[in-house]
């Protein structure tokens, strides 16, 4: 919904989220969900609004910080590259670029041990392509493509993290290989 900007959809489904995850850090609730301030935050981005995204990034940074859950280490990917996405939008070009590159390197810490799956490394493609490096950037989202195409692409499509390979041909024909629809 986010991405498609739902807005009104996407506030309501992150707002249950939001409760569902502090329900289940109490006790209250059996299920540890992990994700919906860092949910919140993307919709915050995407309205144009990085300082208060920076803001919910930080509320589940310290969330992650107090949990154990199965996928903390792939959300730890994503917020650090959310997190250097909503510094860029604020021109802090040099807490984006730590951010980036903590995504970056617990990628890198996954692979080590084995851990390689499709949403990281979409991120990750996400994080090269903030910093600029559009060879790496899709080197990366080929590979992620590769493991999920049609998500991959799909979301590629109108992710504003990859604005910058907009132009890149290896860019348009990964997202012009699956209709637009």
Do not use: C, N
């Not at 790496?136 to 992620?144: G, I, K, S, T």
Request: aromatic share 6%; glycine share 8%.
């Amino acid at each position: 919904s986010a991405l498609l900007r739902d807005f009104p959809r996407a506030e309501r489904a992150v707002g249950q989220a939001i409760e569902l995850q502090e329900r289940g850090l109490s006790g209250r609730e059996g299920v540890l969900i992990v994700g919906a301030y860092m949910k919140l935050g993307q919709i915050r981005a995407l309205q144009g609004r990085p300082a208060e995204a920076l803001e919910a990034y930080e509320r589940e940074l310290s969330f992650l910080r107090r949990v154990d859950h199965t996928l903390k280490d792939r959300a730890i990917i994503e917020l650090h590259t959310r997190i250097g996405s909503a510094q860029l939008a604020l021109g802090r070009s040099e807490e984006a670029r730590r951010a980036l590159m903590l995504a970056i390197s617990a990628f890198d810490d996954r692979l080590r041990v084995g851990a390689d799956e499709p949403f990281s490394r979409y991120y990750v493609a996400a994080a090269w392509a903030l910093l600029g490096d559009a060879e790496r950037a899709l080197d990366v989202l080929e590979a992620a493509a590769a493991m999920r195409r049609v998500y991959v692409v799909e979301r590629a499509r109108i992710d504003p993290d990859f604005e910058s390979l907009r132009s890149e041909p290896r860019f348009q024909r990964l997202v012009g290989s699956i209709g637009a629809g």
